[in-house]
């Protein structure tokens, strides 16, 4: 069994000259073996070798049983041991689950690489786990030999190695009375599912792990192919493979607040790319909602009426993420965001309002159409300020001075826009 690691930890670069390694050891015969194989290849692999236990105080005296034979195992070959210890209570996703993540979060508060005992046994459980429940070529891939400082060496051994392992060494371990239960799925896979495809292969536990090792490089390489550093925009994204469209699609959810994209979310983005309205949008877990702006997928934040500020002269006015300024004109300058105005009553600053209409060169239009046409985004629309006064529209800003009140000579008032923050948007 330890050459066969060797050779799986040469081959996936899991270990370097002068790495600390730290087993995680529960006492069971899996990483017991990991640890005592370990051991003796630590000269070979010029490593600093330690271990870690977690007591998760789930199973009263069997659980101090293990802690303590964890300590004396570690002791009678001198090899260094950190303990970690908590009252573990079930989370949302159980009990199994929040001693999981305790235990995890303990390993990862250490310094070292963190070495776990997962067999080619257990891929083959985790491959067919995400199988029953839903999966993808990810999900294929089964259990990861290494995801940031942990590393996997065993996925290449099968317990039957294991247990001829052991017995070669005279080995001892504990068992945990939690695995003959039925009542956790994986354990119903290993009880009942995998004897059944061992009579048909007696190495199937074997084959699922060299398979899902396979898949994980085509899923590596597929994830690099939609490594893009911007979200293309739909025409491309249209364009693209399936497999190379839901990924990046996937990687742009993700970055965007949805931790964990399923497939009905990643086929609810795809909806919006293939979608015939400019502005479709779609809400996503985690309070995340993207739009269609036109040609590109955005995360917007829904604004609703901003109200409405008052602005003086001179003067000067926060509304809805800007900074607006007003001060005597020194000459008369109309652009998006300058508007040089001869104001009559109190100056306002508000959201759009339905019959709002503005005269440009070209003509009088709705604020509507007017908004539309510049195709921004429905969603955004009210976030855009509006300056009026007591006879009407002034001008809208990003779209220009209303010309029906644009100052024809001085003096007069000039009033400037400056945005200070802007709406969220990601590609």
Request: glycine share 8%; aromatic share 6%.
């Amino acid at each position: 069994m330890q050459n066969k690691l060797l050779n799986f930890i040469r081959e996936e670069n899991l270990i370097v000259t002068g790495d600390t390694i730290i087993c995680a050891v529960s006492g069971g015969a899996d990483s017991v073996a990991l640890l005592f194989a370990l051991n003796l290849l630590k000269d070979k692999l010029n490593i600093r070798l330690e271990a870690a236990h977690f007591n998760h105080h789930l199973r009263g005296e069997e659980s101090r049983r293990d802690e303590d034979f964890v300590r004396d195992f570690c002791a009678r070959y001198e090899i260094p041991l950190h303990v970690g210890s908590a009252q573990v209570q079930p989370g949302k996703k159980g009990l199994e689950a929040a001693a999981r993540d305790a235990r995890y979060a303990y390993l990862q508060s250490l310094d070292g690489k963190i070495a776990t005992a997962h067999t080619a046994d257990d891929n083959a459980e985790t491959v067919l786990l995400h199988l029953i429940r839903g999966t993808g070529l990810k999900g294929l891939g089964g259990i990861a030999p290494r995801m940031g400082k942990l590393i996997r060496p065993m996925l290449c051994v099968t317990r039957r190695e294991v247990e001829g392992f052991l017995s070669e060494w005279n080995l001892p371990h504990v068992e945990d009375s939690s695995n003959v239960s039925d009542a956790f799925l994986r354990n119903r896979i290993r009880h009942h599912v995998m004897p059944l495809l061992r009579q048909e292969n007696p190495r199937i536990g074997e084959n699922l792990s060299r398979m899902a090792l396979r898949l994980r490089l085509d899923e590596e390489y597929l994830a690099q192919q939609s490594a893009f550093e911007e979200l293309p925009d739909v025409y491309t994204l249209r364009t693209l493979p399936p497999a190379l469209r839901s990924r990046a699609l996937e990687a742009f959810l993700k970055r965007n607040g949805v931790s964990e994209p399923e497939e009905a979310h990643i086929a609810q983005a795809e909806a919006l790319v293939f979608s015939e309205n400019p502005s479709a949008k779609a809400a996503f877990p985690g309070g995340v909602t993207v739009s269609r702006s036109y040609d590109r997928l955005t995360v917007i934040a829904k604004h609703g009426d901003l109200g409405e500020v008052s602005l003086t002269c001179p003067g000067w006015a926060e509304f809805g993420g800007f900074r607006v300024t007003c001060e005597p004109a020194a000459e008369i300058r109309n652009t998006a965001d300058t508007f040089t105005v001869c104001p009559a009553g109190t100056m306002k600053l508000r959201s759009r309002k339905t019959g709002d209409t503005l005269r440009l060169p070209g003509g009088s239009r709705s604020l509507k159409k007017l908004l539309i046409d510049r195709k921004i985004p429905a969603s955004q629309r009210d976030a855009i300020p509006v300056l009026c006064d007591d006879e009407g529209l002034l001008g809208v800003y990003s779209i220009g001075v209303n010309w029906n009140r644009a100052a024809a000579s001085l003096p007069a008032v000039t009033v400037r826009f400056e945005k200070i923050q802007g709406e969220k948007q990601n590609g």
